[in-house]
């Protein structure tokens, strides 16, 4: 890249990732507060994604409706999520429109409306998105994997809620959570593309209410807690009985979380273990040995502790056992580099050209 990534500074608390890309035409935009599953308890689990559906449904100054009117107007596209550790909002419109989604990211951080009448409705919506979650088997495993390994921790809550919590949220709880996390000093917003610097600090500054600083205090960090979680050297075994043809595996693993800086390791370590049909797991289970039909894997790239998973689709449900040892035997000789060095350079330029084609497309920066 020729230009560098700046970070800009704000006195009201504010963190702005800026990045310029001059032929896109386009400008993308991703407001991400600091506030996920791992911020609620047994009493409010899933109400950081309720608010996430509830940020369209209008604000003080913006009716139902309108901000999606407006994003349309201008050619743009509007989307946004929710995970463990942090919600983000996304938008990308043609550069000579940007300045209207500032004031719409400015809009919905402060004068959110959750009116009960749209309450209602998103609650019902939402329990469309957890059966759909409930009815895939992967999802489901994943998720009875996470709420065992994790059950001192807040990632052993799923992300969508439970049944019981969403159906009791009332327009003060949403208020109430939403006006503790949405703060400037809780956010980071990402800018990139064929826009200014001089710009984004003027629009920050008038929409935001705020005045750029130059030297910035570790002081001023909203303090990011890492829950404690104990970890458990037992093996856990959990089994889904469900109507399906084929026995599905999932075998999972903590590794540190990524805020260890090491999130471009696991990407190299999914695509040595499980990348394709040219990956060490898929070339033993399926071609060597003859026991499975398919393997995936892939990680939870969390904050605080990461997971990886290993999805195997067994030929027979009584070769558990066979599979699970020889996972191990691979990993016990990546530990003991005995796996071919052209194995390893393989995946390191899988993981590059993977990253050098995500920065390719400006939502992704």
């Known amino acids: 890249m020729e230009q560098k990534v700046k970070v800009l500074y704000f006195d009201n608390g ?97 004068n959110c409306l959750f009116r009960d009448e749209y309450l209602r409705t998103e609650i019902k919506t939402v329990f469309q998105e957890l059966k759909m979650y409930s009815d895939d088997t992967l999802a489901s495993m994943a998720s009875e994997i996470m709420s065992g390994m994790f059950y001192d921790h807040p990632y052993r809550r799923p992300i969508v809620g439970y049944k019981n919590t969403i159906v009791s949220f009332t327009t003060e709880d949403l208020t109430s959570f939403y006006k503790k996390f949405y703060t400037p000093q809780n956010s980071v917003l990402a800018v990139v593309g064929d826009i200014s610097k001089k710009d984004v600090v003027g629009y920050i500054e008038r929409y935001f209410k705020t005045s750029r600083i130059r030297a910035f205090s570790r002081a001023r960090e909203f303090p990011r807690k890492c829950d404690f979680h104990e970890a458990d050297i037992r093996k856990r075994r959990t089994i889904l009985y469900r109507d399906v043809e084929i026995p599905h595996f999932l075998f999972a693993w903590e590794i540190p979380g990524v805020s260890k800086q090491n999130i471009f390791m696991y990407g190299a370590i999914s695509y040595l273990l499980g990348g394709g049909r040219g990956s060490i797991l898929y070339r033993k289970l399926v071609y060597e040995m003859d026991i499975a039909n398919s393997i995936e894997v892939f990680i939870y790239d969390l904050f605080d502790y990461s997971v990886l998973f290993v999805y195997v689709q067994p030929k027979l449900l009584s070769w558990e056992k066979k599979i699970y040892n020889a996972i191990c035997e691979v990993f016990r000789m990546m530990e003991e580099f005995k796996l071919d060095n052209d194995e390893f350079v393989r995946a390191i330029n899988r993981t590059k050209m993977f990253h050098v084609n995500f920065c390719e497309n400006s939502d992704n920066l």
Request: proline fraction near 1%; aromatic fraction near 14%.
């Open 14 to 110: 504010m963190t702005v990732v800026f990045f310029k890309k001059k032929q896109s035409g386009r400008v993308s935009f991703q407001m991400l507060y600091s506030v996920g599953a791992k911020s609620e308890n047994n009493k409010n689990a899933g109400i950081s994604h309720m608010i996430e559906h509830m940020f369209f449904k209008g604000t003080k100054k913006l009716k139902e409706g309108v901000l999606d009117a407006i994003v349309y107007k201008i050619s743009g596209v509007a989307n946004a999520f929710t995970s463990y550790d942090y919600t983000g909002y996304v938008f990308n419109v043609p550069s000579c429109n940007c300045e209207k989604i500032f004031f719409i990211l400015s809009d919905s951080m402060n």
